[in-house]
């Protein structure tokens, strides 16, 4: 099971030193790759609750560098650690920019680039971004039609709904062929489908693991149903931690806890067949210092060994 770390790049911490530090800590140590997440904005008055614990949006959400320059950045501060996004809201996004993006990201780096796509759930980032929420589905399958068009074929051309390409040729390709993987984070139906149609791999995201298994292979039976091979699909668990002293008892989350409790976690990610496990310490109490994440970074290293 390879390991990821994610990049401090949101809250205070965030800036070129400290990306610097963890980026290299992180390759040094033997990590596989790094991640990046995606968040527009911290609304004052959110129209919908944050989806994971009370509905409150973390205040480290304020401050926030943009995911593809922070990788980019990184790329000239490493040399051969995966860079990936856990994950960009495909959505707020025009395919054909986007494909010319990650593709300079995926030569400069020298073929390091994984993208992780979702949808997002925050009717203000997409009111801020000028796209509507009813449609992010359909965009989201054309935008992925679009990237697979621009990466694999020259000329290019594409006559969608949304979006609208005019026979050209669009360069770079990325170095990775026939293009960079693709993972996507799913929940209900549809997505849950577009991972089995169009993705490399399932990233799930604040799932229980007990239920993970189980939608996993519900993605790999449709993944026959599209003609695909559904032993080539990968599964990333994002854990977003909370390390503490003591021991949590009675229900406790995934990745929540002492570090021997965590350790718990990461056996059970790998009895899953996960092809690979991305630490989050960002969110941890106590995650108020680059010396600290370092410290979790190294712990945990020790503890998937």
Not at 59 to 88: C, M, Q, R
Not at 200 to 205: A, I, R
Not at 212 to 217: C, K, L
């Amino acid at each position: 099971m390879r390991l990821g770390f994610a990049l401090p790049q949101i809250g205070p911490l965030a800036g070129a030193e400290a990306l610097i530090r963890v980026a290299k800590g992180a390759e040094d140590l033997g990590f596989d790759s790094l991640w990046v997440l995606d968040r527009v904005l911290w609304p004052v008055d959110p129209q919908s609750p944050y989806p994971v614990g009370d509905g409150t949006l973390p205040a480290l959400y304020k401050n926030v560098l943009d995911p593809l320059e922070t990788l980019t950045f990184v790329a000239a501060h490493t040399t051969k650690i995966s860079l990936g996004t856990s994950v960009l809201n495909i959505p707020f996004y025009n395919p054909t920019l986007l494909a010319r993006r990650l593709s300079t990201l995926d030569v400069l780096s020298g073929g390091r680039l994984q993208v992780g796509f979702g949808n997002g759930w925050s009717p203000d980032e997409y009111d801020a971004v000028g796209t509507s929420m009813k449609t992010r589905g359909k965009r989201a399958d054309e935008s992925l039609q679009v990237l697979e068009a621009i990466w694999t074929t020259d000329p290019v051309e594409f006559e969608g709904e949304y979006y609208r390409i005019p026979k050209s040729f669009i360069g770079p390709k990325p170095i990775q062929k026939p293009r960079p993987p693709i993972f996507l984070a799913a929940y209900v139906p549809a997505a849950l489908r577009r991972v089995a149609q169009y993705s490399d791999g399932w990233m799930p995201v604040g799932i229980p693991l007990g239920g993970v298994a189980q939608m996993f292979e519900g993605i790999k039976e449709m993944a026959q149903e599209f003609g695909r091979d559904p032993e080539k699909l990968d599964l990333l668990v994002r854990a977003n931690l909370e390390i503490s002293d003591s021991p949590l008892e009675n229900e406790r989350a995934d990745f929540t806890g002492t570090l021997e409790q965590i350790k718990g976690d990461i056996a059970a990610t790998q009895e899953l067949g996960a092809t690979d496990l991305l630490f989050d310490v960002q969110f941890s109490p106590g995650a108020d210092s680059v010396d600290k994440m370092i410290e979790w970074m190294e712990q945990l290293r020790e503890l998937a060994r």
